[in-house]
């Protein structure tokens, strides 16, 4: 074993309570910030579903002829963002209305005939979500044809929605941040007092020429470990929280909502790494502090 890592192991051992206190807060740290991101994933991969998703509809004017359809959805589907439009004829929407309501269709049975219009269902292609406005941009092109009296679609809603997601994500960050900012300063004191209890030992090292990085070495590994720990502990709950709560709702709502899903491989690696460089950066502020002094 490298005499670097020995050295940072013989502190952490004698150093257990500062330790366990770093190791503590960084897996806070994890927990509430990891919470935070897991809450935004799932919420942001069932916002991208609803997005792809959408469907507008597009109501005709009452009077137009078969062949002024056929070239109102060729029209259509030359714009750019459509992917596809299914008409829709207003015996087929009235039919779809009495099996929806099920139970309360007969009140349409006494209709002095069909009061819906017909009309186009469109999809669109994945680049048609893209940027601002995109698809309020389609619905006022398709509007304005002659052809057709209304647009209507959830657009409106998922930006009211977007707006108050990407609150929240703001939100999250600035804890994320406080959080993160604890742990350094957490991690800055523990070394601190480390750097404090071989004080003596660091000295006689530079009266002997020892080169920092040798000095310093040892201390960035016993930070960068706790970091690790900190961060495999806090996922390891996380993750049992989430199991625990997930299958809760799910079995209360029956299925009702899309299967919630854990943080991917690669995020779980990247807390890790983000967990030692926490570390790291504790550390570096405490070497600094001691080099000026």
């Known amino acids: 074993m490298p005499p670097a890592i020995r050295r940072a192991l013989r502190d952490i051992a004698l150093n257990r309570f500062l330790n366990a206190v770093t190791v503590v807060t960084i897996t806070l740290a994890v927990i509430f910030a990891g919470a935070f991101g897991l809450f935004f994933y799932n919420v942001n991969g069932l916002f991208l579903d609803w997005q792809r998703g959408i469907r507008m509809m597009v109501y005709l004017e009452d009077g137009i002829s078969d062949a002024q359809r056929l070239d109102l959805k060729f029209r259509i589907k030359t714009i750019a963002g459509v992917a596809e439009a299914v008409y829709i ?5 009235l039919e779809t209305l009495k ?66 997601f990407n609150l929240f994500k703001l939100v999250g960050y600035g804890l994320g941040g406080i959080f ?11 070394i601190r007092l480390m750097i404090y209890n071989r004080r003596d030992e660091i000295e006689i090292m530079r009266l002997v020429g020892a080169a920092d990085g040798f000095i310093n070495a040892p201390f960035y590994i016993c930070a960068m470990l706790l970091g690790a720990v900190g961060s495999l502990l806090g996922l390891t709950i996380l993750l049992a929280l989430y199991s625990g709560i997930s299958r809760q709702i799910q079995q209360s709502l029956y299925g009702a909502l899309p299967t919630m899903s854990f943080f991917p491989w690669y995020w779980c690696i990247g807390i890790l790494i983000a967990g030692m460089l926490v570390g790291a950066l504790g550390c570096l502020v405490s070497m600094k502090q001691y080099l000026k002094a």
């Open 180 to 190: 993160g900012l604890a742990a350094i300063l957490i991690v800055a004191n523990t």
């Open 89 to 93: 004829s207003r015996a087929e929407a």
């Open 99 to 164: 099996t929806q309501l099920q139970q309360q269709s007969g009140v349409l049975d006494h209709l002095r005939g069909n009061p819906l219009p017909d009309a186009f269902e469109l999809t669109f292609r994945p680049t048609a979500h893209e940027g601002p406005g995109r698809l309020d941009r389609i619905a006022a092109e398709i509007e304005a044809l002659p052809e057709v009296g209304q647009v209507l679609y959830a657009q409106q809603w998922l930006q009211r929605f977007s707006t108050i």
